[in-house]
């Protein structure tokens, strides 16, 4: 039998023109406490993003997400953020803000495997809905 474990998790949401509020969803930060993990996966779909608009400067943007995975990871890479603990990671990486780059408001869950939860929701709410065949 599996141990379930409480975890939290923010999507990561791309917000090219911040006046307009029209975002798309590009990846999950979840934190696992009992499982000692915190992880950020990003999934960009540019063709969406540039749909929003146009004009997207796609490399800052990147930039921007790789700094999710980034502070995950912690380190020296991550400049001093990286080097707090873990879950203060995951608040500082969910805290609002009104920038390009935004997260959900955080939601909780409970799994036996964060890896699995993580793959779920980036399948459930990040990736674009294919149409079902008629």
Same mark, same amino acid.
């Given at each position: 039998m599996h141990t379930h474990a409480a975890y939290d998790y923010a999507l990561i949401r791309v917000v090219p023109r911040v006046e307009r509020g029209e975002?798309?969803?590009v990846g999950v930060v979840?934190?696992?406490?009992?499982?000692?993990f915190l =992880? !950020?996966?990003? =999934? #960009?779909d540019e063709a969406r993003l540039r749909a929003l608009d146009p004009s997207?400067? #796609? =490399?800052?943007?990147?930039?921007?997400?790789? !700094?999710?995975?980034?502070?995950?990871?912690g380190g020296a890479e991550a400049g001093p953020i990286g080097g707090l603990p873990q879950r203060e990671r995951f608040h500082w990486?969910? !805290?609002?803000?009104?920038?390009?780059?935004?997260?959900?408001?955080?939601?909780?869950?409970?799994?036996?495997?964060?890896?699995? !939860?993580?793959?779920?929701? #980036?399948?459930?709410m990040v990736w674009p809905q294919r149409a079902k065949p008629v």
């Open positions: 975002f798309v969803n979840l934190s696992c406490k009992g499982g000692d =992880e !950020a996966r990003v =999934e #960009l997207v400067d #796609l =490399e800052t943007v990147r930039n921007h997400l790789a !700094a999710f995975t980034a502070i995950c990871a990486l969910t !805290a609002p803000r009104s920038t390009m780059i935004q997260t959900s408001p955080t939601h909780s869950g409970r799994c036996a495997d964060p890896v699995a !939860a993580i793959e779920h929701l #980036l399948g459930t």
